[in-house]
């Protein structure tokens, strides 16, 4: 299994930023795919996820009502697109994927982990 973040970068304050992780290695379609993120000083924390194909996306506290997933399963990739940005927002953003979690947006369920893509808001 691998996953590649893609679509960091800098923004200003109130822009938008939309992240992409492609997975791939999977033969089922059993997949749950996770966007977190770490702040520098701070534990790395969940933002959102999804079971691809099917369900509602599940998101943290600071990621609702600004940020929104999005799927393209024809091209196993999972979107993040965040508006409305803030400085707070700047951290290494990561994907990781599994087959199943209880917690979407708890770490400790995942077991593949992208490379991270850094996004700067200031």
């Known amino acids: 299994v691998q996953l590649v973040e893609s679509g960091g970068g800098s923004a200003l304050p109130g822009e938008s930023l939309t992240l992409a992780c492609r997975y791939s290695?999977?033969?089922?379609?059993?997949?749950?795919v996770g966007w977190f993120r770490q702040r520098p000083g701070l534990r790395r924390e969940g933002v959102a996820g999804?079971?691809?194909?099917?369900?509602?996306?599940y998101y943290s506290d600071s990621a609702k009502g600004r940020f929104t997933l999005s799927e393209d399963t024809s091209k196993k990739t999972i979107y993040l697109q965040m508006d409305s940005l803030k400085p707070e927002d700047t951290a290494m953003y990561y994907c990781?994927?599994?087959?199943?979690?209880?917690?979407?947006?708890?770490?400790?369920?995942?077991?593949?982990w992208g490379q991270g893509t850094q996004v700067t808001v200031s």
């Open positions: 290695g999977y033969i089922s379609n059993n997949v749950v």
């Open positions: 990781a994927s599994a087959g199943w979690v209880s917690d979407p947006l708890a770490e400790s369920g995942y077991r593949y």
């Open positions: 999804v079971y691809v194909g099917g369900g509602d996306p």
